[in-house]
């Protein structure tokens, strides 16, 4: 099993610039998060999905854009890319919580430089 | 904002040493878990304690949680190199489904 994989690993914007991070899993896990990592802190939720279909925001949604068409994928959309946004985007897959499971899986990261 | 916090931001010991990290919370919780992030790595899952348990060991780590004073700390026993790491809480609060609150971490630098 791959686990969680992202595409891509880094990526370079110009202001304004839109794009889109891939990230997949296969452990066909229900829930899926996608989170920023900014120097020296911890991770800062931006979307989350607890089915196919369905997206929530988190604690810093602004700037972002998710969807969840298909089970294993969980994609991030940034529409049109601010200096604010570099950051490391991780994202992550776990089992419905409440069963005991609520372990997260993560992702090896995308690095992301708008300038 | 962050529900939890660990303290100290930075620790470094002697390998052979032990290496405590602590987490503080503010809201209930339904668990509480540890994670580790290699630099430049994805975080991965250490340990997983429930409310309602105050202590579980997983090979040279040891967890407490303290529910009474919203706080747990990550114990390791005789350090080694490779646990150079940064070190997170994440909690599942009772008040907020679906998702974990992670701290800011802790670096943690084991000198050969």
């Known amino acids: 099993n791959a686990g969680v994989t992202q595409t891509p690993k880094f990526r370079v914007l110009k202001t304004g610039q839109s794009m889109t991070l891939l990230c997949a899993q296969d452990?066909?896990?229900?829930?899926m998060y996608w989170y920023r990592q900014d120097p020296g802190m911890g991770l800062r939720l931006i979307h989350y999905?607890?089915?196919?279909?369905?997206?929530a925001k988190g604690e810093v949604p602004d700037g972002y854009n998710v969807s969840r068409l298909k089970k294993q994928n969980f994609l991030l959309g940034l529409e049109s890319a601010a200096p604010s946004q570099t950051s490391v985007y991780f994202c992550?897959?776990?089992?419905?919580f409440g069963r005991g499971l609520e372990t997260q899986y993560f992702g090896p990261g995308t690095r992301l430089l708008v300038l | 904002s962050q529900q939890g916090e660990e303290d100290p931001q930075a620790l470094s010991i002697q390998e052979g040493e032990n290496a405590t990290m602590n987490c503080s919370y503010k809201?209930?919780?339904?668990?509480l878990q540890w994670y580790r992030q290699n630099s430049g790595r994805g975080l991965v899952h250490l340990i997983l304690?429930?409310?309602?348990?105050r202590e579980k060991h997983s090979g040279r780590l040891r967890v407490t949680l303290d529910t009474s004073k919203k706080s747990s700390s990550l114990l390791i026993t005789a350090s080694r190199a490779a646990d150079t790491a940064s070190y997170f809480c994440?909690?599942?609060?009772?008040?907020?489904?679906?998702?974990?609150?992670f701290g800011s971490g802790t670096r943690l630098l084991v000198r050969p």
């Open positions: 452990m066909n896990h229900e829930y």
């Open positions: 992550a897959s776990s089992p419905p």
């Open positions: 304690i429930r409310s309602n348990e």
């Open positions: 999905s607890v089915g196919e279909g369905t997206t």
């Open positions: 809201t209930s919780i339904n668990n």
């Open positions: 994440a909690t599942d609060q009772v008040d907020s489904s679906y998702k974990l609150i």
